[in-house]
Structure formats: C-alpha cells, structure tokens
C-alpha cells in the first residue's frame, strides 16, 4: 500500500478543518496508508524541531509517497526534501506561498524559506506537483502565491472563496484533492 503523508501548517492541525474528509474517504483507505505527524505549533516552531520530527517518518517515504502540504509545511516540505536528497512521486501543496524573507512579526519563520535551489531540486526530484490556493487568501498576497507557483512549477487549482484552507476558511473538504489523488 503506498503511504500518504499529510502536514499541516503553523496554527493549528488539520482535524480542525478538512482533513477528516480525507482520512473517513473509503476509497482513499484502501488505496493508501495515512501518515499524519503533528509538529509543534504557533510561537513553539522551529525548523529543527520540525525536522527532527519528521525525520522519524523517512523510512515511510519513497518514489511511490504521496504528500499533501498544507501553508507552512509548503515551505518546510521543499528544505527537508533537499536536506534529505529524497524523491517521491506527488507533492499536492495547499494554501502555498513564498516570500524571501519572513515579516518582522514572523522573523522566527525564516529557517523555513526555501531558497531557489532547493526548489530545483524538488522540481526534478517529484514528477507531479500540484498547488491548490484560493483567489481569496488571507494569509499570503497575489504577488507571495504567484512567486510560489514560479518557484515550485505545479500544476495550478486556483479555487473561488475558500480563503487560506485553514481553521477560520471553515473548508471541511477539498474536492480537488480527491480529483488528483
């Protein structure tokens, strides 16, 4: 059975929003092993924290690994993919967006900046990308999206009104990640 590995982003884990939809989905049970780490959140986050916890779950990962990355796990999934010279075979990224340097209230974030050849690598080392982001995103602008999308080379879901996909996007179920799963 191949493994599915699902990360959430910095506020919160993702049984508060759609990621029941997900694990409940018969379907989707038979066809994949969920993985579901929770890493520490808000002002308790560090990169090597994150790391370090993830790095537990490599044996889980190989060319045949599906990940869904949800906000700050877009950023984080692209370093620890270099660090650790992996492959997989689909990066499905959720609410993704990329700045060069973290804002003066986040500067703790700035470990999780992925810097442009890290994204080359993930570029030629997962086959099918995609980034599902909506037009109305609270969190990251137009311009941080766009840079993403530039950086990463996905294919593009562009949703209508399902703000940043997290908590108070009060988003339940997100269909195109059926469609590409």
């Avoid at 919160?12 to 780490?37: G, M, T």
């Avoid at 700050?72 to 340097?101: E, M, P, W």
């Avoid at 999780?112 to 690598?121: G, K, N, Q």
């Avoid at 562009?158 to 269909?175: A, E, F, L």
Wanted: aromatic share 14%; net charge negative.
């Amino acid at each position: 059975m191949k493994n599915l590995i699902i990360l959430h982003g910095m506020s919160c884990y993702l049984e508060e929003c759609w990621l029941n939809s997900i694990l409940e989905n018969k379907v989707l049970s038979k066809k994949f092993n969920f993985i579901v780490p929770h890493f520490p959140l808000e002002k308790e986050i560090t990169f090597e924290k994150w790391d370090d916890l993830f790095a537990q779950y490599m044996p889980n990962i190989d060319e045949n690994t599906t990940i869904i990355a949800h906000s700050l796990s877009t950023l984080f999934i692209i370093r620890f993919f270099y660090k650790h010279q992996l492959k997989i075979n689909k990066l499905i990224c959720v609410g993704g967006g990329y700045a060069d340097k973290a804002t003066e209230n986040l500067k703790y974030l700035s470990a999780f900046i992925p810097e442009t050849f890290e994204f080359d690598y993930a570029r030629q080392n997962i086959p099918h990308r995609y980034h599902i982001f909506s037009d109305n995103d609270h969190i990251w602008s137009p311009e941080h999206i766009e840079a993403y999308n530039r950086l990463l080379n996905p294919i593009e879901i562009k949703t209508h009104n399902c703000g940043h996909y997290g908590r108070t996007s009060k988003v339940k179920v997100i269909p195109e990640i059926f469609e590409i799963l």
